[in-house]
């Protein structure tokens, strides 16, 4: 199984400090996207890293990929408290005409004001 | 733009019902998925619909099926419901072009009594 696994499952910080959550990975990847969740509701998409690059910024949200490593990391800069959410990483594989996405169990963040 | 919808919120069966669930994806839209997600556990996909047609299932059993309508919207059909099928479905869509990124639903959440 190729499936993410973040580390950590959860994470408490004060507000204005940044957060910094990982993934974990097993097999070869097109792409690795970071999703965000607000108390068990839809999942909106944050940001997406293609397997040729090394990092990406998107507002307060920096983006790694190690593919060497099979891992990634999502930093977000100066937290604020609506950015209390559970985070998930998501594997993305092409193959045999079928493109899937393959998520982890994801990182709880608590933002406290 | 509208987003994706389900139908409905909340759902409450007992155990060996059947549970229909419905997504209405983004206009323009083709490829429809389910995801399942239980109590503190990521998302495990389900089912894949593309053009009307069934592209790609999870590891369910075959009580978990559906259907993609010529409008692209979709059902999931449940059938003999256990008690460890109450979670939360979630449906994303996607357009043709465009495989990379998923637009989720808000959910609709399965009790099994």
């Known amino acids: 199984s190729q499936q993410g696994e973040e580390d950590p499952q959860a994470l408490s910080i004060q507000e204005g400090e940044n957060a910094t959550m990982n993934c974990s990975y097993k097999?070869?990847?097109?792409?690795l996207q970071w999703y965000r969740q607000n108390s068990g509701r839809g999942l909106v998409h944050l940001i997406l890293?293609?397997?040729?690059?090394r990092e990406k910024h998107s507002g307060r949200l920096r983006v790694t990929l190690d593919t060497s490593k099979k891992s990634s990391s999502l930093l977000i800069t100066a937290s604020r408290a609506a950015d209390t959410a559970s985070y998930f990483c998501?594997?993305?594989?092409?193959?045999?005409?079928?493109?899937?996405?393959?998520f982890g169990k994801g990182t709880k963040l608590s933002v406290i004001p | 733009e509208a987003g994706v919808t389900q139908s409905p919120t909340h759902l409450i069966k007992t155990r060996g019902q059947q549970a229909t669930l419905r997504c209405s994806p983004i206009?323009?839209?083709?490829?429809v998925y389910w995801y399942q997600q239980a109590l503190g556990l990521g998302l495990q996909f389900l089912l894949w619909?593309?053009?009307?047609?069934?592209?790609n299932r999870g590891n369910f059993p075959p009580r978990f099926s559906g259907r993609q309508f010529p409008n692209y919207s979709s059902e999931l059909n449940v059938n003999a419901l256990e008690l460890e099928d109450s979670a939360l479905y979630l449906c994303?869509?996607?357009?043709?072009?465009?495989?990379?990124?998923?637009?989720f639903g808000p959910g609709t959440r399965l009790l099994v009594l």
């Open positions: 994303a869509s996607r357009t043709r072009t465009n495989q990379e990124t998923q637009y």
């Open positions: 097999t070869s990847i097109n792409n």
């Open positions: 890293i293609r397997s040729n690059e």
């Open positions: 998501a594997t993305a594989y092409s193959g045999a005409g079928s493109y899937q996405l393959t």
């Open positions: 206009s323009g839209h083709t490829s």
């Open positions: 619909y593309d053009e009307g047609e069934e592209r």
